[in-house]
């Protein structure tokens, strides 16, 4: 059961890692990199980032990048709620495939 204050800090990390990626863009070659969801742990020291990435044959390689890139990441991240949060929380970064997923179910159905 996820606490309003965890979804508060949640939707404000989602919101801010999008702005870090959205300026990124330009260096990672034409790859969009968006965060479809962020889950925040109990105790607000652990933050899960789910990512998706476009195109999708790339998503492996740009997901270890930007896990090797955390800490510059969390810097950044701490540059920006610095007035809002105390701690930044540990990020991690996952790729979230439910688009690839979705995809592969409507073409299964259409094939019926």
Not at 2 to 8: F, G, L, S, Y
Not at 55 to 63: V, Y
Not at 85 to 103: G, H, N, Q, V
Request: aromatic share 8%; proline share 4%.
């Amino acid at each position: 059961m996820e606490t309003t204050r965890q979804a508060k800090i949640a939707r404000l990390i989602q919101k801010e890692l999008s702005e870090i990626f959205r300026q990124q863009t330009s260096k990672t070659h034409g790859v969009i990199v968006s965060v479809s969801a962020v889950r925040v742990s109990p105790d607000l020291s652990i933050a899960k980032a789910y990512l998706s990435v476009f195109p999708s044959d790339k998503a492996p390689e740009m997901i270890q990048s930007i896990n090797n890139s955390a800490r510059t990441i969390r810097y950044e991240l701490a540059q920006k709620v610095r007035y809002q949060l105390r701690k930044t929380p540990e990020l991690t970064f996952y790729l979230d495939d439910s688009l690839d997923y979705i995809e592969k179910i409507d073409s299964l159905l259409k094939e019926e």
